[in-house]
């Protein structure tokens, strides 16, 4: 499997921004998908995450109400639309996949970064205030 995460760049603060993940090597629906963010100095952090079969989602406080997960089945990949965004958010996000049938029929949270199997490479966000 592999995850090709793009859409990063420069921002003011307010801005928004939309991040993509593509996956490949998999039947899509199979995986689900996790977005997470590692600011400099800082842990990675889950971000949000959808499931691989219907539309659950999960994400954490600070970005609940400003940032949506979505996925489009007939281009393979996971979005993550990114509005109101704020310097806290600079980082580097990553897109990841938990890969089995019995994990795409779940959101796979925070707390369970060992389920996920598969990393795409970072996309730099950087807002500026």
């Known amino acids: 499997v592999q995850l090709q995460a793009s859409g990063g760049g420069l921002v003011q603060a307010g801005g928004s921004l939309r991040l993509s993940c593509v996956v490949s090597?998999?039947?899509?629906?199979?995986?689900?998908v996790g977005w997470f963010r590692q600011a400099p100095g800082k842990e990675r952090q889950f971000v949000a995450a959808?499931?691989?079969?219907?539309?659950?989602?999960y994400y954490i406080d600070p970005v609940k109400g400003r940032f949506a997960v979505s996925r489009d089945y007939a281009k393979s990949t996971v979005y993550l639309q990114m509005n109101s965004l704020k310097p806290e958010d600079t980082a580097v996000y990553y897109c990841a996949a938990a890969v089995s049938e019995e994990k795409a029929m779940r959101v796979v949270g925070p707390h369970n970064d060992y389920e996920y199997d598969y990393w795409g490479q970072g996309t730099l966000v950087t807002v500026s205030s």
């Open positions: 959808i499931s691989g079969i219907g539309t659950s989602t």
């Open positions: 090597g998999r039947t899509f629906s199979s995986c689900g």
